[in-house]
């Protein structure tokens, strides 16, 4: 896991990533977004937001809570990110553990 967090800040570092619920529909809505990921502990009403705009865009729930995946970007708390570019999600799907990852187009809600 610590991998697919520090490819995460990176990714944030690259613009390749974004942030919190507005900018995750944001980017949903405009067809950028290659995959989201929610932490552990995402509010269930953040979780089915997202469901309702994700469309064909894997969606994962991390082994890692808020204050985790926050850590990783350089804040305090963060429940939602959305990856915009195609070879960071993809790199990125492929550092997921198991227990993250789904058969079924990488849904993980």
Known sequence: MDKFLTLLGLALRAKKLEVGEIPVHTALAHGKARMVCLASDAAENTADKVR???GS???HTLPADKSRLGYALGRKSCALVAVTDP???RRLEELLPPAAQHQDGGVVL
């Open 87 to 89: 070879g960071f999600a």
């Open 52 to 54: 309702r705009h994700l």
């Open 57 to 59: 865009t894997p969606c």
